[in-house]
C-alpha cells in the first residue's frame, strides 16, 4: 500500500484520532504568552493539512513569508517554533548558541539511536561524544596532509572507475559513493574497501536505504503520532537496515580488540576501544557499545550522504551549465597544470572555490536542518520561547535569503566572488549549519569536495548523453530525507 496517498494519510488520521480519544488528556489548547505566531491548529492533527509531506520546506517557506522569521506550527501534539532568514538563524544558532543547542527526542531517531552517538545525543552524553569525536578526527588527520593524501589516493581508483566507461552514459552516484565512504571509512576502520566489495556495497547501499525511508512521508506520520508505530510499520525497515549495519560494525570492532594496541591506534575504532577500557573503573561510562555503534553509523552517513550528494548535485550542474565547466578547466590548467590537486591551490583558484561553494548552496541538501530544542526558556525577536521547543533552523532560508544573495534561485558562482574575481566569504553560507550543534566533520568535507572536484574536472569533461539537451534535465529533487538528484546518466570523456 502506497501509504503517501492521501487516502491512506486520511485513514491514518481517523484511526490516529480515534486512539487519542480513547488514550485521552493529549489536547492542551492554553496559549502560551507571546509564543510565536502561526497558523490556526485544528484539533488532533493541528497543521498537517497545510503540509505538502514530501517538501514540507516548501510550506514552511510561504508560511514565513505569512507570519515572518519567527513562527510556530503544531504537528500533532507538538508546538514547533520555525526560524527563518539570515538574520535570525544567525541570531539563535550563533549568539545564542547555548539556548539552542540542544536535540529534540524525535521518535523515529530515538528507535535508531537511544540517544547514543552524537547527531541526536542530547545533553552530557551529547557533549562528551562531541568532544571525543572532534579530538579524534583531529587526531587521524581531519585537515591535515594525512587525510589529504588518502583523499588523492582513492581520487586514483576513482578515476580508474571512471575511465573503464570509456565515454559511454553511465550514473555516477554509485561510484562517487564510493569513493566518498572509503575515505570516512579509512579514519573509523583504519582500511578502505575495492569498490565491488560485497559488504562496502551493502554499507553503502543500507545508509542510502535509510536515508530514503527516513524522509517517506508515512515517517513524518509515525513522528507525529508514535502509539500508531505497529499499525504504520513506519520504522520497520529502518531498524532492519540499522541492525545489518551494526552487526557488521560490531564484528569489525571484535577484531580490533584482539589486536588492540594503546600505543599504536590505527583507527577511530581504536581509539574508541582504549577508552572504553580506560573507563572500565568508574560508575556512569560514556564509551559504551551503544554509543560506538551509533558514533559510528552517524558519522559513515554524515560522510558518506552530506558529500556525495553534494557532488552528484556538482556534475548534474557542470551538464546544465557547461561554460561554467569550461571556466574551472581554464583556472585548473592555468594554476595547477598536469599536477596532481592539492589543497593548497584552492586559495589560488577563486573561480573553482566559488563553484563549489554555490554548489553547496543551490542544492541547499539539507532545507530543515536538522531539528535543534530549547534548552532554557529564551526570546527570540520579541517572541517568548520555552525551555524543551521543538526548533526548526530553515536552512533553505538562509541559502536563499534575498537579503544575502544577489540571485538566490539561480546558480550563480559570483555569488561569491568581488569585481575583481576574488573569492569573498558569506555570512550567509550554512550548509553545514551553524552554533554548537555544527556539523563534526565540515573541514573534512570541503577537503574531500575541493580535491574529488578538482581532480575530476582536471581530467574529464562531462557531457550529456547523445540526444539528451539540457533543457530535458530534471531538478526536482528525489524523495529522501535530505535533497539528492533524480537519477541522471552522462558521458565522461578524458581530456588530452
Known amino acids: 500500500m502506497d ?17 487519542i480519544l480513547k488514550i485521552g488528556g493529549f489536547w492542551n489548547n492554553h496559549r502560551i504568552k507571546n509564543f510565536p505566531p502561526g497558523p490556526r491548529a485544528l484539533p488532533i492533527i493541528g497543521n498537517l493539512h497545510l503540509f505538502d509531506l514530501k517538501r514540507p520546506y516548501e510550506t514552511y517557506l510561504q508560511l514565513s513569508k505569512v507570519y515572518g522569521p519567527v513562527f510556530s506550527v503544531q504537528m500533532g501534539q507538538r508546538k514547533i517554533v520555525v526560524i527563518s532568514g539570515y538574520e535570525t538563524v544567525k541570531e539563535a544558532l550563533v549568539n545564542q548558541a547555548d539556548a539552542f543547542a540542544e536535540r529534540p527526542k524525535i521518535p523515529i531517531f530515538e528507535d535508531l539511536t537511544q540517544g547514543n552517538g552524537i547527531v541526536f545525543a542530547h545533553g552530557e552524553n551529547w557533549k562528551v561524544m562531541r568532544r571525543f569525536t572532534l579530538t579524534t578526527l583531529r587526531d587521524f588527520g581531519m585537515g591535515k596532509k ?27 552516484r554509485k561510484i562517487l559513493n564510493a569513493a566518498v565512504a572509503n575515505i570516512i571509512v579509512s579514519i573509523l576502520l583504519g582500511k578502505r574497501f575495492d569498490y565491488k566489495d560485497s559488504r562496502f556495497v551493502k554499507l553503502v547501499h543500507l545508509t542510502n536505504e535509510n536515508m530514503r525511508l527516513a524522509g517517506k512521508p508515512v515517517v513524518t506520520i509515525y513522528n507525529m503520532f508514535p502509539y500508531l508505530g505497529s499499525l504504520l510499520r513506519a520504522n520497520k525497515a529502518l531498524l532492519k537496515n540499522k541492525e545489518e549495519f551494526h552487526a557488521y560494525v560490531q564484528h569489525t570492532f571484535v577484531e580490533h580488540l584482539k589486536n588492540l594496541d594503546r600505543n599504536d591506534q590505527r ?16 560508575t556512569n561510562g560514556y564509551f559504551h ?21 553534494t557532488l552528484y548535485w556538482g556534475f ?3 551538464l546544465k551549465y557547461p561554460e561554467i565547466q569550461r571556466k574551472v578547466q581554464e583556472e585548473i590548467e592555468q594554476v595547477i597544470g598536469s599536477n596532481p590537486p592539492r589543497i593548497e591551490h584552492r586559495t589560488q583558484m577563486p573561480y573553482t572555490d566559488a563553484v563549489i561553494h554555490e554548489v553547496q548552496r543551490f542544492a541547499n541538501i539539507l532545507p530543515l536542518d536538522l531539528p535543534h530544542e530549547t534548552a532554557a ?8 520561547i520555552p525551555k524543551g521547543t521543538y526548533i526548526i533552523p530553515l536552512l533553505t532560508s538562509v541559502l536563499k535569503d534575498k537579503s544575502q544573495w544577489e540571485k538566490p534561485d539561480m546558480f550563480y558562482p559570483e555569488h561569491f566572488l568581488d569585481a575583481n574575481g576574488k573569492f569573498v566569504k558569506k555570512d550567509a553560507f550554512m550548509p553545514f549549519s551553524a552554533g554548537r550543534r ?21 581530467e574529464f569533461s562531462f557531457h550529456l548523453p547523445p540526444g539528451v539537451s539540457t533543457s530535458e534535465l530534471d531538478f526536482t529533487p528525489a524523495p529522501s530525507f535530505n535533497i539528492i538528484p533524480k537519477p541522471y546518466e552522462m558521458c565522461a570523456v578524458t581530456r588530452s
Open 438 to 458: 555544527i556539523c563534526a566533520g565540515e573541514t573534512l568535507a570541503k577537503m574531500e569536495l575541493f580535491l574529488f572536484f578538482t581532480s575530476l574536472l582536471q
Open 289 to 309: 557499545n551503544g554509543n560506538l555503534l551509533s558514533l559510528l553509523s552517524n558519522l559513515f552517513t554524515a560522510g558518506l550522504e552530506t558529500i556525495s550528494t
Open 146 to 172: 594525512a587525510i589529504e593524501d588518502r583523499i588523492v589516493e582513492e581520487y586514483g581508483y576513482l578515476a580508474d572507475t571512471i575511465r573503464s566507461q570509456e565515454g559511454k552514459p553511465f550514473d555516477a
Open 267 to 282: 583507527s577511530f575504532i581504536d581509539a574508541f576501544l582504549v577508552k572504553q577500557q580506560e573507563e572500565k573503573s568508574t
Open 3 to 19: 501509504w503517501s496517498s492521501s487516502t491512506s494519510i486520511g485513514l491514518v488520521l481517523i484511526l490516529a484520532f480515534l486512539l
Open 316 to 318: 548534474l550542474l557542470m
Open 377 to 384: 526558556d529564551v526570546t527570540l525577536k520579541g517572541y517568548f
